[in-house]
């Protein structure tokens, strides 16, 4: 904790420490003032309990501190917290009591000495309440904070986590499109290294960001389809239906490719005809609603064994927008599977 803040924490106690105990005396001297009893040897007793009591609500206060009262539970302190100010009350009202024979040389009564004693209980309560009110919420304030800070420095961890494991995920899959074109067509070989390679650099760039333009992360998905192309040359048709004023809304740096690669790898590659892939980008509300179609078949009982990269992307979903998002894979037809993305508030921060 910084030392400036841990100063200003403790000339606030004192403050409020000093203007207590004043304002305790002023309202008793105003009030015997009233009476017509007010004297100077009354004076002096108000200069006292002044002092006196500064020295015991310390005292009381090194108490709490010494023995952790603060960490306790509410009902394990108040019996601790009403006995030591009864016993701070009665030790007061003693001391007074004597200071006040010695000066004027009367006693107090016994109703005198039990309203004294109930008087002080009284205001060490409040001391007491108003110091333990303040750390607590100071103590759940700290708390919150640390516990968000934990479950963002987590978010981040398992983010970059993700996005580690999914580069490496897209080069394996890219170097082998590749090289099923080395010894066929080495013109087209070379073509297609210089199209991984301007993916790569971008990939690498977009790696670093939690979130991108729509319009970024599609260039690196028509990259990563003209890579494909080449591979799969005619068994691979791309339709493009992207709303305009989508491009400007921001989605998660290689999640789009993701799936696009999912439909491709299990399905379409799949077939010996090939199929079509179309892209589709439309505003839902304030989000953003992407729909994928690929020609094949969905099955869910080989997701388990095929379905890392959307068991990725279904991770950094819940992450950045805390189950927010939903992503949706189905079979439209008997010859077409559909993915759903929805994005929502993508011009709001993520979670």
Not at 95 to 109: E, N, P, R, Y
Not at 150 to 169: C, D, R, V
Not at 297 to 319: C, F, H, K, W
Request: with cysteine; aromatic share 12%.
């Amino acid at each position: 904790m910084p030392a400036a803040l841990v100063i200003n924490k403790k000339q606030l106690y004192w403050q409020c420490q000093l203007a207590g105990w004043l304002l305790y005396v002023v309202l008793n001297g105003f009030f015997i003032f009233l009476k017509g009893n007010f004297t100077s040897t009354y004076a002096f007793s108000l200069i006292f309990v002044f002092l006196f009591g500064i020295l015991l609500s310390q005292t009381l206060r090194w108490f709490i501190i010494r023995f952790n009262l603060l960490r306790l539970s509410i009902p394990k302190v108040i019996p601790i917290i009403l006995v030591s100010n009864l016993l701070m009350a009665l030790f007061m009202t003693f001391i007074q009591d004597g200071f006040d024979s010695v000066a004027t040389g009367l006693k107090m009564s016994k109703a005198n000495w039990l309203f004294t004693v109930s008087n002080y209980t009284l205001f060490f309560l409040v001391w007491s309440a108003i110091y333990f009110v303040v750390h607590f919420v100071e103590n759940y304030k700290r708390t919150e904070i640390e516990k968000f800070k934990w479950m963002a420095a987590i978010q981040e961890a398992e983010l970059t986590k993700l996005k580690s494991q999914l580069n490496p995920h897209f080069m394996f899959n890219a170097m082998n499109s590749i090289r099923a074109l080395v010894g066929e067509n080495p013109a087209k070989a070379k073509e297609s290294i210089t199209q991984f390679s301007n993916l790569l650099r971008n990939t690498l760039q977009m790696g670093k960001q939690k979130l991108i333009p729509f319009a970024q992360e599609l260039e690196a998905v028509k990259d990563y389809l003209s890579i494909e192309g080449i591979r799969l040359e005619e068994r691979l048709v791309v339709e493009w239906k992207i709303a305009p004023e989508t491009e400007s809304m921001d989605v998660p740096p290689l999640l789009i490719q993701t799936l696009v690669e999912n439909g491709i790898k299990h399905g379409i590659a799949k077939l010996p005809e090939g199929g079509k892939l179309s892209v589709e980008s439309k505003r839902n509300g304030s989000g953003l609603e992407i729909i994928i179609r690929n020609s094949g078949q969905y099955d869910a009982m080989l997701v388990p064994e095929t379905g890392y990269g959307m068991r990725n992307a279904i991770q950094r979903l819940s992450l950045l927008y805390a189950g927010k998002a939903t992503l949706e894979i189905n079979n439209e037809d008997a010859k077409t599977v559909i993915t759903k993305l929805y994005i929502p508030d993508t011009t709001a921060e993520p979670v």
